[in-house]
């Protein structure tokens, strides 16, 4: 038996396809786009105010009260019956004094003397008192006339009615020693000044501007009291005690810094005209919506609410402060700007700490 060998012979190896990639398990599905519907709203972020660095000129502007106007004088039957019930209380007196007098003469001359010498020194002193609280009001009411004067006068850039006008807050400024330097500065350029408009502005820039100056101080003083005393204060009824008080002598500070001297009577007017103003103007108050802002962005984190309420209290007093420089001030604000709660709201933060470092 012999064995064959086999023949060598050539094998064709046919090329492997690759192995397909393994399939993920999952496979992801991609959100086809969509538009955004009308009634998407988009909330603004919370800017705090009581941050001078972040709040804008406008929402300053809006915590500002408006120009204070003087009310015009008109007739009011509450006003007749008050001095109807006034002539009938002051007769009563006169009636009561007499028969007071005779009964004493009547029983002992020299006492009949006596009471008559001291209803002549009161009498005296009644006539005393109710001119000195005419003149006051004469006086009140002139700074509001001349304040429409000046105004008048820049508006038409009348040159005749703006000496006038200037020359009425001249003889104003001759009792306050803080306007010598401008009343001298004044005196020298009156006539070198052609525009009544120009005029008007000097005037103001010159005799005011140090006036001005002093008022601010005098609001943010007082406004600090105020903030500071309602913060510690336990009682409600203190701080409403404490916040008219407060708001009363700076009402009057404020009227005898620019001349005006109001008596018992024009204070009282001037009182009710500051207040009148801001309630017509809803300022007297802060509402909700102001003081969530105030008391909700940056500053319930870092004060409590006591301290948020004075804060609150002095920014009142201060608008108060704002209304009756309106009133008190001779010349309108025209060459000078008028105080806004942005030059007192950063001081009023950082006496609690609210200022952002």
Request: hydrophobic share 50%.
């Amino acid at each position: 038996m012999t064995d064959h060998p086999r023949r060598p012979a050539s094998f064709r190896l046919e090329p492997q396809e690759p192995a397909e990639a393994p399939r993920k398990a999952t496979s992801i599905q991609q959100r086809k786009p969509a538009a955004i519907k009308d009634t998407a709203v988009i909330t603004p972020a919370a800017v705090d105010v009581f941050d001078p660095d972040t709040a804008t000129a406008d929402e300053l502007d809006g915590l500002t009260p408006p120009p204070a106007i003087a009310q015009k004088r008109r007739f009011s039957f509450a006003s007749l019956l008050t001095v109807t019930l006034g002539v009938l209380v002051s007769l009563a007196l006169g009636l009561w004094a007499d028969n007071l007098i005779r009964t004493l003469f009547e029983r002992v001359p020299w006492l009949g003397w006596v009471a008559l010498g001291v209803s002549a020194v009161a009498a005296f002193a009644l006539m005393a008192i109710v001119l000195r609280e005419a003149f006051a009001l004469r006086r009140l009411a002139s700074v509001q006339n001349l304040r429409d004067e000046a105004a008048k006068a820049a508006a038409d850039n009348d040159v005749r009615a703006a000496k006038a006008a200037v020359g009425k807050l001249v003889s104003i400024a001759e009792a306050l020693p803080a306007t010598a330097k401008g009343r001298a500065l004044l005196h020298d350029l009156r006539d070198d000044v052609i525009d009544g408009r120009d005029l008007i502005r000097l005037s103001e820039t010159e005799l005011l501007r140090p006036l001005d100056r002093q008022a601010r101080d005098m609001i943010l003083a007082a406004s600090k009291r105020v903030s500071i005393v309602t913060a510690v204060s336990p009682r409600a009824l203190v701080d409403i005690g404490y916040v008219v008080f407060e708001s009363a002598r700076l009402i009057r500070r404020l009227s005898e810094l620019y001349g005006g001297r109001p008596g018992t009577l024009g204070f009282l007017k001037l009182t009710r005209n500051v207040i009148a103003h801001l309630a017509v103007t809803g300022t007297v108050a802060m509402g909700d919506s102001i003081i969530q802002q105030l008391v909700g962005h940056g500053l319930a984190a870092k004060l409590s609410a006591r301290l948020g309420e004075g804060v609150i209290n002095g920014l009142m007093t201060a608008r108060i402060g704002i209304s009756a420089m309106d009133l008190v001030r001779p010349f309108p604000f025209n060459a000078e700007r008028r105080p806004s709660i942005g030059d007192f709201i950063g001081d009023l933060a950082r006496i609690g700490g609210a200022r952002k470092p």
